[in-house]
């Protein structure tokens, strides 16, 4: 009997070890933007974006080039989504990027939808509250499923940050270069209850460097100094494995496959009119 249970438990470790040695990164990413073409192309789809004020691409990313954003008024990347990135974000799904800050602005960062918090008004959110600060989360219903990290990043320094959301809570990992990825802890506890559905705001679009109506007030918005690179979204939960992969530098193949660039595939009348000053 003690023989069989031994066989069994090896068993199943090894049937553990082979799930995690066969899973790939590249299983389920719909969407990337590496900025390696010098834009803001979507390797996968045509969720490609542009460049507003001084925002602008440079040779400075983790891997080669990425966005640069200043701090200034309005200084950041917009894309907006189709139907089919807006349809996968409603269920389980993955948004991870790298991330170096000079200043970190309160409420600035990657995010998308109407308001960055004070209420159910976003559908995610992975961004600073300061240089040492990120606040994360998803919204469902009424609910704003957010929790906060402090101290878990540092100026001037390279950090991968990903979340996760499975249709029943999400995570928020964050990795020094070079370090060991951790799940930081959080007064609103990480991992963090967020049941899908997860709200969609259609008519927004993804925000790169930037955090609107601070505090809930129109017009109060927050511009990030720093720099993102390799902002890829997956239509899951990856595990914690395959966030330590990215983290360790591992690039999806998908999203190194820029395609052939044209006119873009998205109509920004909508953004630009909402962000006049």
């Known amino acids: 009997m003690k023989l069989f249970i031994s066989i069994l438990a090896i068993s199943v470790l090894a049937i553990g070890v082979t799930i995690s040695a066969f899973a790939d990164i590249n299983d389920g990413v719909i969407a990337a933007w590496t900025f390696d073409d010098g834009k803001v192309t979507d390797a996968i789809g045509k969720a490609h974006g542009e460049l507003f004020k001084a925002a602008k691409i440079t040779g400075d990313g983790k891997f080669g080039k990425a966005l640069d954003v200043d701090g200034s008024d ?12 807006e349809a996968a974000i409603e269920g389980p799904h993955t948004v991870s990027y790298w991330l170096y800050v000079r200043n970190g602005a309160n409420h ?3 995010w998308k939808g109407e308001k960055v918090g004070w209420g159910a008004f976003f559908t995610f959110r992975m961004v600073t509250t300061s240089s040492t600060g990120l606040t994360w989360g998803t919204t469902s219903g009424g609910s704003e499923n957010w929790f906060a990290t402090d101290g878990a990043i540092e100026a001037d320094k390279w950090f991968h940050l990903c979340q996760t959301a499975d249709g029943e809570e999400s995570i928020g990992y964050v990795t020094p270069e070079g370090g060991k990825t951790e799940i930081p802890v959080s007064g609103q506890q990480n991992p ?3 049941p899908e559905p997860y709200n969609l705001f259609p008519d927004r679009p993804l925000e790169l460097g930037a955090g609107r109506q601070i505090g809930g007030n129109q017009g109060n918005d927050m511009f ?5 690179d390799d902002v890829i979204i997956w239509d899951r939960a990856l595990s914690e494995e ?3 992969e990215l983290a360790s530098g591992a690039r999806p193949e998908q999203a190194l496959a820029v395609k052939a660039q044209g006119k873009l595939a998205t109509t920004w009348g909508k953004v630009k009119s909402y962000h006049r000053r």
């Open 74 to 85: 309005d200084t950041r990347a917009d894309i907006e989504f189709n139907a089919d990135l």
């Open 224 to 228: 990030l100094d720093g720099i993102i």
């Open 108 to 110: 600035s960062g990657v």
């Open 242 to 244: 395959e966030v330590e």
């Open 192 to 194: 963090h209850i967020a």
